[in-house]
């Protein structure tokens, strides 16, 4: 127990803390379950979440949760950043605007890695198998919308059966749901101790859930998941977690894709463009419509490559040099590439910041690893496998700063600290 405890020892935080969990652990399956159809919610559903349990922990013990610090920094420094960047960007108001937004997303998501870091494992553990459900309804969800025509999202937006929808309404509930079974399909190795039939009984629930989700991949048309699930598999199973110098060669390869995005998104362009056309899955993905969106974007990134133009700069920019060739549009809303992005932000102080945190962050999921317990290591290629695909999907999809996207990186966060307490409670048991 932290200094913070001392005034409930552990027998009286653990019974205090039940129904707090109790909540929080049905909340977090509900966010999965209603994120093919609210993605937007999740901006707030999971940061209010934790809000709420972080205040419901301190009436019924007595404490204020410790929140991280780490998160913290990040938490505040984004916005920090975004309000700085007014002072050179196009639209100051805007930027001053959209960093109290960043503030507002952000900042109370601390609270929720907080009451989840200081639960009980066994509390955890044992409302688990809720995520999974959570999972499996999401998915039910998905198969019926991209089977249907969307017959669900017709009910909840009151649209009629004669009105034209396209598949893609569901990638951004897709995505969510990828990252959520990335974060969750692991919960399948405790619950074989928890329900009748143990080994059995799991694994024809694991059979269902996989696929459900490879059928969900096979009908989606969100290449970014499909991509962001290959790699994080690929990821999870081939990377050396146990190697701690394959870490430090992660942190410098990223570091290196994050300096030279500029001149590799034009090099990119030049070469490989063109070549898209004869590939069915890059064709579908806009490949060289991307190709040409970060070509143009790099060059105008270049002409203030210390500090770029503000937070959100692409909606204003009116005299970008458009080569027209795949992408026709004469405005754009962002990059679909986090690295443009940061560059054509906040240019290489940014670029510099970013390089600082992932290494921050690549270098705790290695230390998630290192340590002798049982299942750490299998918590590290599931942390490692989440962060490559909100990676990848963050290099080739939606804007940065999107609340929704911001929301996501939370609630797969949340879901991977769930599945590592239930693994080392499973493993110590």
């Not at 949760?65 to 050179?88: D, Q």
């Given at each position: 127990?932290?200094?913070?405890?001392?005034?409930?020892?552990?027998?009286?935080?653990?019974?205090?803390?039940?129904?707090?969990?109790?909540?929080?652990?049905?909340?977090?399956?509900?966010?999965?379950?209603?994120?093919?159809?609210?993605?937007?919610?999740?901006?707030?559903?999971?940061?209010?979440?934790?809000?709420?349990?972080?205040?419901?922990?301190?009436?019924?013990?007595?404490?204020?949760?410790?929140?991280?610090?780490?998160?913290?920094?990040?938490?505040?420094?984004?916005?920090?950043?975004?309000?700085?960047?007014?002072?050179?960007?196009?639209?100051?108001?805007?930027?001053?605007?959209?960093?109290?937004?960043?503030?507002?997303?952000?900042?109370?998501?601390?609270?929720?890695?907080?009451?989840?870091?200081?639960?009980?494992?066994?509390?955890?553990?044992?409302?688990?198998?809720?995520?999974?459900?959570?999972?499996?309804?999401?998915?039910?969800?998905?198969?019926?919308?991209?089977?249907?025509?969307?017959?669900?999202?017709?009910?909840?937006?009151?649209?009629?059966?004669?009105?034209?929808?396209?598949?893609?309404?569901?990638?951004?509930?897709?995505?969510?749901?990828?990252?959520?079974?990335?974060?969750?399909?692991?919960?399948?190795?405790?619950?074989?101790?928890?329900?009748?039939?143990?080994?059995?009984v799991t694994l024809?629930?694991?059979?269902?859930?996989?696929?459900?989700?490879?059928?969900?991949?096979?009908?989606?048309?969100?290449?970014?998941?499909?991509?962001?699930?290959?790699?994080?598999?690929?990821?999870?199973?081939?990377?050396?977690?146990?190697?701690?110098?394959?870490?430090?060669?992660?942190?410098?390869?990223?570091?290196?894709?994050?300096?030279?995005?500029?001149?590799?998104?034009?090099?990119?362009?030049?070469?490989?463009?063109?070549?898209?056309?004869?590939?069915?899955?890059?064709?579908?993905?806009?490949?060289?419509?991307?190709?040409?969106?970060?070509?143009?974007?790099?060059?105008?990134?270049?002409?203030?490559?210390?500090?770029?133009?503000?937070?959100?700069?692409?909606?204003?920019?009116?005299?970008?040099?458009?080569?027209?060739?795949?992408?026709?549009?004469?405005?754009?809303?962002?990059?679909?590439?986090f690295a443009l992005?940061?560059?054509?932000?906040?240019?290489?102080?940014?670029?510099?910041?970013?390089?600082?945190?992932?290494?921050?962050?690549?270098?705790?999921?290695?230390?998630?690893?290192?340590?002798?317990?049982?299942?750490?290591?299998?918590?590290?290629?599931?942390?490692l496998g989440l962060?490559?695909?909100?990676?990848?999907?963050?290099?080739?999809?939606?804007?940065?700063?999107?609340?929704?996207?911001?929301?996501?990186?939370?609630?797969?966060?949340?879901?991977?600290?769930?599945?590592?307490?239930?693994?080392?409670?499973?493993?110590?048991?």
């Amino acid at each position: 127990m932290t200094s913070e405890k001392r005034s409930c020892d552990t027998t009286e935080f653990h019974k205090a803390v039940q129904p707090v969990m109790t909540g929080v652990m049905a909340a977090l399956a509900l966010w999965i379950a209603i994120s093919v159809h609210a993605p937007r919610f999740m901006a707030y559903g999971p940061a209010l979440t934790g809000l709420a349990a972080w205040i419901a922990v301190r009436y019924r013990c007595g404490i204020w949760l410790p929140v991280p610090r780490l998160y913290l920094a990040l938490a505040a420094g984004i916005p920090a950043l975004a309000l700085v960047s007014a002072l050179w960007a196009l639209d100051p108001a805007f930027a001053a605007e959209e960093a109290l937004k960043l503030a507002l997303v952000l900042l109370p998501g601390m609270f929720l890695f907080s009451v989840l870091r200081a639960a009980p494992a066994d509390l955890v553990s044992s409302r688990a198998w809720w995520l999974l459900a959570g999972l499996g309804a999401a998915l039910l969800f998905l198969i019926v919308e991209l089977s249907f025509d969307m017959p669900l999202y017709r009910l909840t937006h009151g649209l009629p059966e004669d009105h034209h929808l396209d598949r893609f309404q569901m990638n951004r509930g897709t995505v969510i749901v990828t990252l959520a079974a990335i974060a969750c399909l692991p919960l399948l190795l405790p619950l074989t101790r928890q329900v009748p039939g143990g080994a059995r009984v799991t694994l024809h629930l694991a059979a269902v859930l996989l696929a459900l989700l490879l059928a969900v991949h096979a009908a989606t048309e969100s290449q970014s998941a499909n991509l962001a699930l290959g790699l994080a598999l690929a990821a999870m199973v081939l990377f050396p977690v146990h190697w701690n110098k394959a870490f430090g060669i992660l942190s410098a390869g990223i570091a290196m894709l994050l300096t030279s995005a500029p001149w590799l998104s034009g090099y990119l362009y030049d070469k490989l463009a063109a070549l898209t056309r004869d590939n069915e899955w890059l064709r579908d993905a806009y490949a060289a419509q991307r190709m040409e969106i970060w070509s143009f974007i790099s060059e105008y990134a270049l002409r203030k490559p210390w500090t770029g133009f503000g937070i959100e700069a692409t909606r204003y920019i009116r005299d970008f040099e458009i080569p027209g060739v795949w992408f026709h549009n004469t405005e754009i809303l962002h990059p679909h590439n986090f690295a443009l992005q940061i560059w054509i932000e906040f240019g290489g102080i940014g670029i510099l910041l970013s390089i600082v945190f992932f290494a921050l962050l690549v270098r705790g999921i290695a230390q998630i690893g290192d340590t002798p317990e049982k299942g750490a290591r299998l918590s590290a290629r599931i942390a490692l496998g989440l962060f490559i695909a909100c990676l990848s999907v963050a290099a080739t999809g939606y804007g940065l700063w999107q609340g929704w996207w911001i929301g996501a990186f939370c609630l797969a966060a949340a879901l991977w600290c769930v599945t590592d307490k239930a693994l080392r409670a499973f493993y110590h048991s």
